[in-house]
């Protein structure tokens, strides 16, 4: 059974930078594209970033274009968001998910993950 568990949120102030991290147990990493989507107070889950399975391409959100960067380390079998230039509007809980389809695309889409972590917060303060 997968299991997906995200760290590395916190407090930070507008500006400044966080990095998430996404560990994947259980599962064959390597050949499984990967995302992140984050849900905002009061907001529906919205897609933040995703990677391919092999790592060669990345797709993000707009409103995270030129400031996110999705990257992932098959060898740790983890994923990462570097958060940079943060907004109070970035204040979420960021979520981690993994595709249950092997050598399956990358994908914006909620729906095409099959697994999910439980969340970190961040909080960017004005």
């Known amino acids: 059974q997968v299991q997906v568990i995200e760290t590395g949120g916190g407090l930070v102030q507008a500006g400044g930078s966080l990095r998430l991290s996404c560990t994947v147990s259980?599962?064959?990493?390597?050949?499984?594209?990967m995302g992140w989507f984050r849900r905002g107070p009061g907001k529906e889950r919205e897609f933040v970033a995703t990677i391919s399975w092999s790592g060669s391409d990345s797709l993000y959100a707009d409103s995270v274009k030129g400031r996110f960067t999705i990257s992932r380390d098959n060898a740790k079998k983890s994923v990462y968001l570097q958060l940079n230039s943060l907004k109070p509007e970035d204040t979420a809980i960021y979520y981690c998910?993994?595709?249950?389809?092997?050598?399956?695309?990358?994908?914006?889409?909620?729906?095409?993950?099959?697994?999910w972590g439980q969340g970190t917060q961040v909080t960017v303060s004005s």
């Open positions: 259980g599962g064959t990493f390597s050949s499984i594209a």
């Open positions: 998910a993994a595709r249950g389809l092997k050598y399956g695309p990358h994908s914006v889409r909620s729906t095409a993950y099959a697994y």
